[in-house]
Each structure stands twice: as structure tokens, then as C-alpha cells.
């Protein structure tokens, strides 16, 4: 769970480093270079993917000592559905800071997105004795299948359904996420 919601702010928090590098005019050089849109924000994604997933390394080795146990198998797929999730919320927070290009703006934006979607999952609060209706709600939620995906992986349960639909799920929602960044990248006006 931890790693989750580690992934979800890592991701949705990265669109304030844009607003301050559009008030610089970073994004407005890098626009007028004849490089691919969606090249330019994979590679910032990618950017923030890599330390995302080197700081989920640096607490899972930190844990085993404190009784983590592990499956590395599960531990590996874990970590590429770390990856998926920040591949569909740091391309939306990059998205978000270009149109609303205000810190001010952003923050309510991003906190009104991802606190309840982390509420809904699971990891912080268990819907087992949720009301029904927020236990439907949460079926809704891809962070749900992503968390109940990684509980899966680290258990070594690797049957679950869930693991399918979580990589699916989050998949999609990367590439759509991608697509709809580099979209407004090249609408943007900085």
C-alpha cells in the first residue's frame, strides 16, 4: 500500500516543477525544437519514473530487516506496476499545470483527484466494513486493482485476477494519460 500511494503523489505532484519551468520558458524552448511532443513529456515522465522507483527499491530493502517478506518475482512486477501508475498521473499532472499554469490553481486540483481515489483504494482506511455503496464506489477506482494487484504480487498469489486487471487497467490509463499530455504540450501556449 505504501508503495502505492508512493507512486499515486510521486506522479500527481510533478506538474509544479512545469509551472515554474513554463514562468522560466523552459517549455517554450523546448517547443520550438523539432523534437517529438510526446518524446519530450515521456522523457520527463520517465525522469520522474526513475526516481519513483529507485526511492520503492531504497523501502523495500529497508523493510526486510523490519520482517518484509518477499517474493522477488512479484517484487519485480510490482515495481513495473509502479511504473504504469506513474506513466498515467504524472503525464495528467504535467497536463494540469499547462492549463491552469498556477501553483495556487494546481493544488486543489491534484489534492481533489488524489486524496479520494487513495481513500477509495484501500490502502489507508480497509473497506471491509465500508457501506456497500463505497465498496462499489472503490470497484470503480483503478487504484483499488493496482493496490489489490501489488498485495497479490507480494504475497506470491500470482492466480489472482487482480494482477491482470490492475496491469490492464493502469496500462491504459498510462497511454491515454501520455496521449492526452502530449496533446496539450503542443497546445499549450507558455
Known amino acids: ?9 510521486g506522479g500527481a505532484f510533478v506538474g509544479f516543477g512545469l509551472i515554474a519551468e513554463l514562468r522560466a520558458g523552459v517549455v517554450e524552448r523546448m517547443r520550438v525544437t523539432p523534437m517529438s511532443r510526446i518524446a ?12 519513483m522507483v529507485t526511492q520503492s527499491v531504497l523501502i523495500m530493502v529497508v523493510a ?18 509502479l511504473i504504469l501508475i506513474g506513466l498515467a498521473l504524472a503525464p495528467l499532472s504535467y497536463t494540469a499545470a499547462l492549463v491552469l499554469k498556477s501553483e495556487d490553481a494546481l493544488a486543489p486540483v491534484v489534492n481533489g483527484i488524489a486524496l479520494p481515489l487513495l481513500l477509495l ?5 480497509p473497506l471491509a466494513l465500508a457501506p456497500e455503496w463505497l465498496r462499489f464506489l472503490s470497484t470503480l477506482n483503478p487504484l483499488t486493482h493496482a493496490a489489490d494487484a501489488a498485495r497479490a504480487l507480494f504475497n506470491g498469489d500470482w492466480s489472482n485476477p487482480e494482477i491482470a486487471l490492475g496491469a490492464a487497467i493502469m496500462g491504459a490509463l498510462a497511454v ?4 492526452l499530455a502530449s496533446r496539450a504540450f503542443s497546445r499549450a501556449n507558455a
Request: net charge positive; no cysteine.
Open 1 to 9: 500500500g505504501l508503495l502505492i500511494q508512493m507512486a499515486v503523489f
Open 40 to 51: 519530450m513529456l515521456f522523457g520527463r515522465s520517465l525522469r520522474d519514473v526513475v526516481i
Open 64 to 81: 526486510i530487516p523490519f520482517g518484509l517478506r518477499i517474493d522477488l518475482g512479484g517484487a519485480l512486477v510490482t515495481i513495473a506496476l
Open 121 to 125: 483504494s484501500g490502502i489507508l482506511l
Open 176 to 179: 491515454l494519460a501520455v496521449w
